[in-house]
């Protein structure tokens, strides 16, 4: 049987490779070097070692038009019951942790190294990376329920953003910090909305746009890394 281990270091093999945001891969290719997105990165390596479909947005597609997505992962972890804590995915080899989109981001999607590193399509500045789970936000891991993972059982506590990470919720986020945000936004050429003090749908959007044009993680949250990007680029305007 498929280990999430073998996994892993599919994976692992396309460090240094090419990422572009919403790029389709074809599962049943073999030889594929890349572009990748997050999503795609992992269904491809789940297609080419079991031959199966999963965390596409129909898991019953051709393999090679098949759309792999964050959000679709999060959907086929709920009928087979596969989700599993953060901190639980955090030592488990081969699992995938993930960030939900929203109706106006994208989220973002990794696979774990069992010692809280990961290794992801990040961002068209980084491209394949060797990442890890500490520092940044997350909501769920997630695994192939025909694939095993050798060591789940354990946990590890995920140390947390070193600053707030603004991001859409049920209810919003709101206050003055996201008021100057969307003042910031505004002034970098990137529309917030309306000046609200609200995170919502159209600052995320306004969020993800700034992140593209410097090659971040595209997920619409304002976390440590966009805010050190969008101060400096307010800097030099």
């Not at 955090?90 to 699992?95: H, K, L, N």
Request: aromatic share 10%; proline share 8%; with cysteine.
């Amino acid at each position: 049987m498929t280990t999430g281990q073998q996994l892993f270091d599919l994976a692992n093999k396309h460090v240094g490779e090419k990422y572009v945001l919403g790029v389709l891969v074809p599962k049943n290719n073999p030889n594929w070097k890349g572009p990748w997105d997050c999503a795609e990165l992992l269904s491809w390596a789940v297609f080419q070692l079991t031959q199966g479909l999963f965390g596409c947005t129909n898991d019953s597609n051709d393999p090679r038009t098949a759309d792999a997505y964050s959000g679709a992962w999060g959907d086929d972890g709920d009928p087979y019951k596969t989700k599993i804590p953060v901190g639980e995915a955090a030592v488990t080899p081969g699992a995938a942790v993930l960030r939900y989109p929203t109706a106006s981001t994208y989220g973002h999607i990794v696979i774990s190294d069992g010692k809280a590193g990961t290794i992801e399509a990040n961002s068209t500045r980084y491209g394949v990376i060797n990442g890890s789970l500490h520092g940044r936000r997350w909501d769920a891991g997630v695994l192939v329920p025909w694939i095993e993972y050798g060591h789940f059982g354990g946990s590890i506590s995920i140390a947390p953003p070193s600053l707030p990470v603004y991001f859409v919720t049920t209810p919003r986020l709101k206050g003055p910090a996201v008021e100057q945000l969307q003042k910031n936004l505004s002034k970098a050429g990137f529309d917030p909305g309306p000046v609200d003090s609200v995170y919502g749908d159209m600052t995320a959007a306004a969020v993800s746009a700034f992140q593209i044009t410097q090659g971040l993680v595209p997920d619409g949250e304002y976390g440590p890394l966009t805010d050190k990007k969008l101060t400096a680029f307010l800097k030099k305007k």
